[in-house]
């Protein structure tokens, strides 16, 4: 079983930048992921990373400005948000799985998520 623990997040103005972690005890995984909910939304991926090669993948309402990145003899994964909008907020949630994705339903552990709020 593997446990996350997200932190980072907090209120901050459009434009500015927030750095999200992650850090995951126990259990085998190959993958992190990051998701994020928005208020009456559905749980939407955000970025991931394979641990074994650093291969990212992001989703296109992030590219060039989100970056993620791992350190892996920490087990932790970390999400560089910079030029945040409004529409980036949402509760972010790490996950950790067997693959690189953005799709909810491959992941296999969840974190209980970190508040990021974008003020206009």
């Known amino acids: 079983e593997v446990q996350l623990q997200a932190s980072g997040g907090g209120l901050v103005q459009a434009g500015g930048s927030l750095r999200l972690s992650c850090v995951a005890s126990?259990?085998?995984?190959?993958?992190f992921s990051w998701f994020r909910e928005a208020p009456g939304k559905g749980r939407e991926g955000v970025s991931s990373i394979r641990l074994n090669d650093g291969v990212t993948h992001y989703v296109d309402a992030v590219k060039g400005r989100f970056t993620i990145s791992s350190d892996n003899a920490k087990n932790t994964v970390f999400l560089q948000m910079d030029r945040l909008k409004t529409e980036d907020t949402g509760r972010y949630y790490c996950?950790?799985?067997?693959?690189?994705?953005?799709?909810?339903?491959?992941?296999?552990?969840w974190g209980k998520g970190t508040q990021v709020t974008v003020s206009s």
């Open positions: 126990g259990g085998d995984y190959k993958a």
């Open positions: 996950a950790a799985g067997p693959w690189l994705t953005v799709v909810p339903k491959n992941v296999d552990y």
